[in-house]
């Protein structure tokens, strides 16, 4: 569905000026762009390995990995956002089966004084595994194709919009799915990037209220 989706939408892609293309793990759509949009830079996005690394905490024999899992994920931001090149992304990604074991040879980060529980090295099946997994060379190869340019939250933040107002549980028709999209991105482009309401104390993270301004803009148009 998403190779079909975006074979539909190049047409539309290629009159604007499109240099660099971010998506997500998807094998069919690396190679349709590969082979098609040479002239394209393609990355994966950042999301979309977390997915990943995510799977393998999931699995029975690789549970150990769960309270890694957040460390992780970080050091993968980090080496895609402080890297320009893809080799520079790998030579900072493969250092990290070291750090699990408490060996910081080729770490960057300056010593570390809090207790962890580290993994041990060697004796037990699940570290083999786990090893052969962080530096397989297919996930290897997807670390140096992480995007350092951008990431597609705003994508996700408009994704969920949209299932806010076409939720999946329900049945629209064709029209009626169309208009309610046509209202979703109306909702996004006047309220994303709203800002963080200002006064008091509170430990979630709380915005400024939503303009409905595109409503009435609509109905007296
Ligand atoms: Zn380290």
Redesign the pocket.
Known sequence: MELEGLKRCSSELERFNVKVVVTDRHRQVGKWIRENWTQFSYHIKYTGMCKKLDSLAKKKSLSILKDWVQSLKCHLYWCALSSQTPEEKKQKWL??V??LQ???D????PP?TREKVWLLPGILFYFFRLVELLTKTMFVNDVMKMSHLGQTSGVEAFHSVVNHFVPKMYYFSYKGMKSRIILAAMHYNENAGRPQKSGGYCLRKILVDTILLYILNQIFA
């Open positions: 250092p990290c070291d750090h408490n060996v910081h080729s770490c960057l980060h570390i």
